[in-house]
């Protein structure tokens, strides 16, 4: 069977590509640690060694509290855009990293900061883009550097603990201006339906898209950035019939070697949102693997957004919230103050947070469980009854809020017991009818990765997004 030759087409170019050539620079190789200073806070200890050609910073932290960092003077002039990258691997709990970037006189000190870093065991790259160094500390308004004097590397207590983490391979890299680059892309792809050019997927017109032909077989849409540029991520619009069920998002600097930067193995159709943090590439590829009913692919769009739009968790669940009706995502995320109250067993450290919408996070920084009705055959979230928080008897601390409309009811309380250090937190949900007609209700406890407290109010944490890692029954 003869193939048929990949259809490539130009998008609406407004701008002429042009070439630009990356300065790489290496800071630090970790041959010797020459210059290299480490500190610590009170009762923190740390030491700072060669390993294997790389810098290896074994750190012990106190019961409470605690950094350590290490320190070297740099001489960097920073261009228009640029990034800095390392290689990091580590032994250790999950704790907070902080790259800094520190000026002339160390008026002013920039972060890059991890929060909650899980080490990883094999050597990871880790890249520092200027559109994520926010200000530290110091004078300068929130402004970006232009020069750098010295940078520092910092660990702060997560989970605290000790452990050893190695550093190596410390580089500067001048990348091209930041730029419009939205409808200057080139599109191909590997077939296409008459009518349906993949051209399409970038038009912003939701009723025109791409299709393939080939049936069941892989098909890929290709996007040409023309020069490498950073982005945070894709929104794809798939064909409401047609769609990927499994697919992989590659990135290349040349067109010719791939490297796998997002996988999906349930693909249910609709709209997809794509996590890519600090992503940079010159070309895009969308692989699709296998298909719905196994009569080819189609996507109606596809957005390319820019680093704000994966700058945080947070902020990625914030863009999607904004898609969804009120209430299928926490309130913080849709700019409304939620509300709560601490439980816990008296003198224990361990505290759960009771939301004034009923959601219950079990832990500091832990995941929550959120309830909804299915009555009437419609799901009902806090958003879409009247709550209303309470004591028990009115002064007791054992806290309450009440659901209700005119037909159900639902009371979520807490309370915990047992002694301090081994206490149980306790959960009940009693759902009541308030309506003189028989009906159906079923109560579902979702188990959620968000916590109760918003982003905004950090209480030396950082509130929002709280990864699942893993589920077991």
């Given at each position: 069977?003869?193939?048929?030759?990949?259809?490539?087409?130009?998008?609406?170019?407004?701008?002429?590509?042009?070439?630009?050539?990356?300065?790489?620079?290496?800071?630090?190789?970790?041959?010797?640690?020459?210059?290299?200073?480490?500190?610590?806070?009170?009762?923190?200890?740390?030491?700072?060694?060669?390993?294997?050609?790389?810098?290896?910073?074994?750190?012990?932290?106190?019961?409470?509290?605690?950094?350590?960092?290490?320190?070297?003077?740099?001489?960097?002039?920073?261009?228009?855009?640029?990034?800095?990258?390392?290689?990091?691997?580590?032994?250790?709990?999950?704790?907070?990293?902080?790259?800094?970037?520190?000026?002339?006189?160390?008026?002013?000190?920039?972060?890059?900061?991890?929060?909650?870093?899980?080490?990883?065991?094999?050597?990871?790259?880790?890249?520092?883009?200027?559109?994520?160094?926010?200000?530290?500390?110091?004078?300068?308004?929130?402004?970006?550097?232009?020069?750098?004097?010295?940078?520092?590397?910092?660990?702060?207590?997560?989970?605290?603990?000790?452990?050893?983490?190695?550093?190596?391979?410390?580089?500067?890299?001048?990348?091209?201006?930041?730029?419009?680059?939205?409808?200057?892309?080139?599109?191909?792809?590997?077939?296409?339906?008459?009518?349906?050019?993949?051209?399409?997927?970038?038009?912003?017109?939701?009723?025109?898209g791409w299709k393939s032909g080939g049936g069941r077989r892989e098909q890929w849409v290709q996007i040409d950035l023309l020069r490498d540029q950073e982005y945070g991520g894709l929104i794809i619009d798939w064909d409401p019939e047609d769609y990927a069920t499994s697919y992989q998002l590659q990135t290349s600097e040349d067109g010719?070697?791939?490297?796998?930067?997002?996988?999906?193995?349930?693909?249910?159709?609709?709209?997809?949102?794509?996590?890519m943090p600090d992503a940079h590439s010159r070309y895009l590829r969308l692989l699709m693997q296998s298909s719905s009913r196994g009569e080819g692919y189609g996507i109606n769009g596809i957005q390319i957004e820019p680093f704000e739009f994966s700058r945080t968790p947070n902020d990625f669940f914030q863009a999607i919230a904004q898609?969804?009706?009120?209430?299928?995502?926490?309130?913080?995320?849709?700019?409304?103050?939620?509300?709560?109250?601490?439980?816990?067993?008296?003198?224990?450290?361990?505290?759960?947070?009771?939301?004034?919408?009923?959601?219950?996070?079990?832990?500091?920084?832990?995941?929550?469980?959120?309830?909804?009705?299915?009555?009437?055959?419609?799901?009902?979230?806090?958003?879409?009854?009247?709550?209303?928080?309470?004591?028990?008897?009115?002064?007791?601390?054992?806290?309450?809020?009440?659901?209700?409309?005119?037909?159900?009811?639902?009371?979520?309380?807490?309370?915990?017991?047992?002694?301090?250090?081994?206490?149980?937190?306790?959960?009940?949900?009693?759902?009541?009818?308030?309506?003189?007609?028989?009906?159906?209700?079923?109560?579902?406890?979702a188990v959620r990765p968000f916590q109760v407290v918003p982003p905004w109010q950090s209480l030396n944490m950082a509130g929002g997004v709280s990864p699942i890692s893993e589920l077991s029954s």
């Amino acid at each position: 069977m003869m193939r048929r030759p990949a259809l490539a087409f130009l998008v609406l170019v407004a701008v002429a590509a042009f070439a630009f050539a990356a300065e790489e620079r290496v800071l630090d190789d970790f041959d010797r640690l020459s210059g290299w200073k480490a500190s610590a806070s009170d009762d923190a200890a740390v030491t700072v060694s060669p390993d294997e050609g790389a810098m290896r910073i074994d750190f012990a932290f106190p019961p409470v509290g605690g950094y350590v960092t290490v320190h070297k003077e740099f001489a960097v002039e920073l261009p228009e855009n640029w990034a800095f990258t390392f290689r990091l691997r580590g032994e250790a709990p999950d704790n907070h990293l902080e790259f800094k970037l520190i000026d002339p006189g160390a008026k002013n000190v920039w972060r890059r900061t991890y929060r909650d870093l899980h080490f990883p065991r094999d050597w990871e790259e880790m890249t520092v883009q200027k559109a994520r160094v926010d200000l530290a500390w110091g004078k300068a308004s929130g402004g970006k550097p232009t020069r750098v004097a010295a940078l520092e590397i910092a660990i702060s207590t997560g989970s605290g603990g000790r452990g050893s983490v190695w550093i190596d391979d410390l580089r500067f890299e001048e990348r091209a201006p930041a730029s419009q680059y939205y409808r200057t892309l080139e599109v191909k792809a590997s077939s296409a339906l008459p009518g349906h050019d993949p051209a399409n997927v970038l038009d912003g017109d939701p009723t025109t898209g791409w299709k393939s032909g080939g049936g069941r077989r892989e098909q890929w849409v290709q996007i040409d950035l023309l020069r490498d540029q950073e982005y945070g991520g894709l929104i794809i619009d798939w064909d409401p019939e047609d769609y990927a069920t499994s697919y992989q998002l590659q990135t290349s600097e040349d067109g010719e070697e791939w490297a796998i930067a997002y996988l999906s193995t349930w693909g249910n159709g609709g709209r997809d949102y794509v996590y890519m943090p600090d992503a940079h590439s010159r070309y895009l590829r969308l692989l699709m693997q296998s298909s719905s009913r196994g009569e080819g692919y189609g996507i109606n769009g596809i957005q390319i957004e820019p680093f704000e739009f994966s700058r945080t968790p947070n902020d990625f669940f914030q863009a999607i919230a904004q898609d969804a009706p009120p209430g299928t995502f926490p309130k913080y995320f849709y700019g409304v103050q939620p509300y709560w109250t601490v439980v816990g067993a008296a003198g224990d450290d361990k505290e759960a947070l009771l939301s004034d919408d009923g959601v219950l996070e079990i832990e500091k920084e832990s995941f929550t469980i959120e309830p909804f009705l299915f009555a009437d055959a419609k799901l009902l979230g806090s958003s879409a009854v009247e709550t209303r928080p309470s004591l028990e008897g009115g002064r007791l601390p054992i806290p309450s809020v009440n659901w209700r409309n005119e037909k159900v009811g639902l009371t979520v309380t807490a309370f915990a017991a047992g002694e301090a250090g081994a206490s149980t937190l306790y959960a009940r949900y009693r759902v009541e009818s308030r309506s003189e007609v028989a009906q159906r209700v079923t109560l579902y406890l979702a188990v959620r990765p968000f916590q109760v407290v918003p982003p905004w109010q950090s209480l030396n944490m950082a509130g929002g997004v709280s990864p699942i890692s893993e589920l077991s029954s």
